[in-house]
């Protein structure tokens, strides 16, 4: 960071500074923060509301966030509702044994949540104002969990009904009688946990280089 990148973001601390009611005192709020932000404390978040042209940059993100998890979700409900409603056309793929059956009606339920908590959560940023954001971060506690959950929230219900369904399929997969069947599901399997192995592996180097990176700034 040059000199007069520091200078402006002094600059910018001291004149907008951060409340107290939204200093994050906890791990879990700091990673609250890094799941609906990107950042493990509201530093940042708090500068973007004092611009109106900065406001509508992120805005602008987390509906298109929002977007997408509706879209996710939707695809979810749609093949989890056939996959409820109907037989497997072969005998060797059998989902309609009890705990398959049972994740994708999980699924599909967390589907429909998803969908509605992605609904709200986009109405209600592309109603919301600046100011009125502003006030009611400023209350902290209750209001600083709510805004946050109304992020998260709709993500967190979208990727527990994808694993449901994969788990589902993993289960029937393993559980058939063609070999072949269960060979694909293996190797379906090891691609799951290398992907999901390797976002978390940069989820957390993210979130530990945020906090380097607040920490310098203090």
Request: net charge neutral; aromatic share 12%; hydrophobic share 50%.
């Amino acid at each position: 960071m040059t000199s007069s990148q520091t200078a402006d973001a002094r600059t910018s601390t001291e004149e907008f500074p951060l409340p107290e009611a939204l200093h994050p005192t906890s791990l879990v709020m700091r990673v609250l923060c890094f799941l609906a932000l990107g950042r493990p404390n509201l530093d940042d978040h708090w500068k973007s509301l004092q611009s109106e042209q900065a406001f509508k940059t992120i805005r602008t993100r987390l509906c298109s966030i929002l977007a997408s998890t509706i879209t996710m979700a939707s695809v979810l409900l749609a093949t989890s509702g056939v996959f409820v409603s109907t037989a497997s056309p072969v005998s060797y793929f059998d989902y309609m044994l009890p705990v398959p059956y049972c994740l994708v009606l999980i699924s599909l339920m967390l589907a429909m949540i998803a969908m509605l908590t992605s609904s709200s959560s986009m109405i209600r940023w592309l109603h919301t104002d600046r100011h009125w954001m502003q006030e009611q971060l400023k209350l902290g506690g209750y209001f600083v969990l709510s805004y946050l959950f109304s992020i998260v929230t709709p993500i967190f219900f979208v990727l527990s009904s994808l694993n449901c369904f994969i788990f589902a399929m993993l289960i029937t997969g393993f559980f058939s009688r063609d070999m072949i069947c269960c060979v694909v599901t293996a190797l379906w399997m090891v691609t799951y946990i290398v992907n999901v192995g390797t976002m978390l592996m940069e989820a957390m180097w993210k979130y530990a280089t945020s906090l380097n990176h607040a920490g310098r700034r203090q």
